[in-house]
Each structure stands twice: as structure tokens, then as C-alpha cells.
């Protein structure tokens, strides 16, 4: 079983003081803490390793995003980047960093339509932003498409204003 949501302990770091966005590799019983090199897969008792990109507003949890995924479009990979309908502060078919770098989107009401859009996108990595906004479900859909062999990048706020866990993200 692929743990891909979980609970984002505190780091001792001043990367957090700092608003840092962090890259969380969630693996079954542990979490890492650290900086991405790539897409690459990574197998771990038989599972990918499939990351969480956490943190609070302004951390630059959407660059990071982004810039995986443009690693995997210079690789060569079929993208396809989702984001929830509710997020109306840019054009739904974009997502856009406040740094100025966008890529194209497709807008979700619900997780229930992602895997179809996968499927029918024939897409092998698999991107959902601000993933604090999707329905439960979402961790199941990542999960199961996961599971299927596909590259899953989740981002989202990892608490509320607060300071409460934002579920369904760690």
C-alpha cells in the first residue's frame, strides 16, 4: 500500500521561519523532508514515490510545481496538470506561480473526473494544484492512478489560516 497523503511533522529548520514551501516523499512509516531532483521514479517496496509539495501561501508551492512539471516535458512525458474549479483567482485553464510561470490546466469540479482525463490524455505524470480545495476522494483518485503506474505531484496548502490541518493535505 503507497502512503501518498500523510501528516507533515515540523521540521526543525529555518526554511520554515523563512516560508519555505517543502517537498514531502511520503513513504510507507516515514516521511523525508527535502529538495527534488527530477521526476525520476523511484521504486520503494514496490511503489513509486509520488510527492506532496506542502506549505503555507506565498511558500512557492505552485513554482515548484512547475518546474517539476517542466522537467517532465523536456523529458519527453505526457502532462496533464488539474486544478479544482472552485480556484477562480486565475483563468481555469492555467496555473499560474506569482512569479509568472504558467502551464496549462484542466479545471475539475470533482477527483471522481481525474482519472478519465488521464486516461483519456494518455498522460503518465499526473499533477493536481491546490489540492486543500478537492473533495476527500482525492487521496484515493492519487492513489489509485499511482498505483496504475503514473507520476502523481500533489500541492496544496498543508493548514488553514489557523494554523489547522487543511485535509485532505498533510
Do not use: W
Not at 44 to 72: W, Y
Not at 146 to 161: E, N, P, T
Amino acid at each position: 500500500e503507497i502512503v501518498l497523503i500523510a501528516r507533515l511533522a515540523v521540521a526543525e529548520s529555518n526554511d520554515l521561519l523563512a516560508g519555505g514551501a517543502h517537498l514531502v516523499d511520503c513513504l510507507p512509516h516515514r516521511l523525508q523532508l527535502g529538495q527534488t531532483t527530477g521526476l525520476e521514479a523511484v521504486e520503494f517496496q514496490n511503489h513509486r514515490l509520488n510527492p506532496v509539495i506542502a506549505g503555507c501561501m506565498f511558500s512557492g508551492k505552485t513554482d515548484e510545481l512547475l518546474r517539476l512539471l517542466r522537467r517532465a516535458e523536456i523529458a519527453g512525458r505526457r502532462i496533464i496538470l488539474v486544478r479544482p474549479t472552485v480556484d477562480d483567482r486565475t483563468r481555469p485553464e492555467l496555473v499560474e506561480s506569482r512569479s509568472g510561470v504558467a502551464f496549462r490546466a484542466r479545471p475539475v469540479d470533482d477527483s471522481s473526473e481525474i482519472p478519465a482525463i488521464v486516461s483519456a490524455e494518455r498522460a503518465s505524470v499526473v499533477a493536481i494544484d491546490e489540492a486543500q480545495f478537492f473533495d476527500p476522494g482525492i487521496v484515493e483518485v492519487a492513489t489509485r492512478l499511482a498505483d496504475l503506474g503514473k507520476r502523481v505531484v500533489v500541492a496544496g496548502l498543508d493548514q488553514d489560516y489557523l494554523g489547522r490541518p487543511f485535509d485532505p493535505m498533510p
